[in-house]
């Protein structure tokens, strides 16, 4: 069992950057893929970025590739998405997951509660 909670959300100007924590309880952590999904009002929830157990693979939706970076430090059961050149269109709820992987989100298991992220001036 994992359990997975946000934080790092906030409001941040267009051009601005913010980083994203998942923070995950339990030892198993390290064994799982680790992806990050959002969800706009009124939008389904889309994929934004997967990386494998070990750090060695990662994979980003178009939308957000060479401005986000996911990351992971299984020492500090911790997962990470360095967002920069934040536009409008990024304003969702995010949220972290760990699972099988990739870009479906049927194929995680455990969800955090999500972060508000608002980009606007």
């Known amino acids: 069992q994992v359990q997975l909670v946000e934080s790092g959300g906030g409001l941040v100007q267009p051009g601005g950057s913010l980083r994203l924590s998942c923070a995950a309880s339990?030892?198993?952590?390290?064994?799982?893929?680790m992806g990050w999904f959002r969800q706009a009002p009124g939008k389904e929830r889309e994929f934004v970025a997967a990386?494998?157990?070990?750090?060695?693979?990662?994979n980003y939706a178009d939308s957000v590739k060479g401005r986000f970076t996911i990351s992971r430090d299984n020492a500090k059961n911790t997962g990470y998405l360095q967002m920069n050149s934040l536009k409008p269109e990024d304003t969702a709820v995010y949220y972290c997951?760990?699972?099988?992987?990739?870009?479906?989100?049927?194929?995680?298991?455990?969800w955090g509660q999500g972060t508000h992220v608002t980009v606007s001036s």
């Open positions: 339990g030892r198993t952590f390290s064994s799982y893929n």
């Open positions: 997951a760990a699972g099988g992987g990739g870009s479906r989100a049927v194929n995680y298991n455990y």
């Open positions: 990386i494998s157990w070990s750090g060695g693979w990662t």
